[in-house]
């Protein structure tokens, strides 16, 4: 199994890297809406129920240390007040909402499924070119 954080990054299918894991790219009303199954080669993306809790405890951790390391950073090395660091949290955790939202899903599904190179169909070029050049 090789982990790809390309793929990973821009929310592609595990198993082919190809197909979109969102319906919408931005969609700040339903950021969860996924689509069911890939479009390119038909990979569940909601195996089980409940599947994504565990992608819960990933945005969990992601941005719980990604909020304090910089509010501790603030108070105790150039003397901000407490205030001040959570109203700085707080702008982090909205500039970052979406992409830890959405991100959590990925990398989760992308550390439980395998990627299988036959299931990507652009890289097929040689069967390809059987069908349209030399037939
Ligand atoms: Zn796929």
Same mark, same amino acid.
């Given at each position: 199994m090789k982990f790809s954080f390309k793929s990973m990054w821009n929310y592609k299918c595990p198993k082919c890297r190809e197909g979109d894991l969102y319906k919408k790219p931005f969609d700040i009303s339903n950021p969860l809406d996924m689509h069911a199954k890939c479009p390119n080669c038909s990979l569940d993306y909601h195996p089980e129920p409940g599947f994504y809790f565990g992608a819960l405890i990933i945005s969990y951790g992601i941005s719980s240390w990604m909020l304090l390391l910089p509010a501790l950073l603030m108070v105790f090395?150039? #003397?901000?007040s407490v205030n001040q660091a959570m109203l700085l949290a707080i702008a982090i955790a909205g500039i970052t909402y979406l992409k830890i939202l959405r991100g959590s899903r990925s990398l989760y599904l992308h550390l439980t499924m395998r990627y299988d /190179? &036959?299931?990507? /169909? &652009? #890289?097929n070029s040689a069967s390809k070119y059987d069908k349209t050049i030399f037939k």
């Open positions: 090395k150039f #003397d901000w /190179k &036959s299931a990507r /169909k &652009s #890289d």
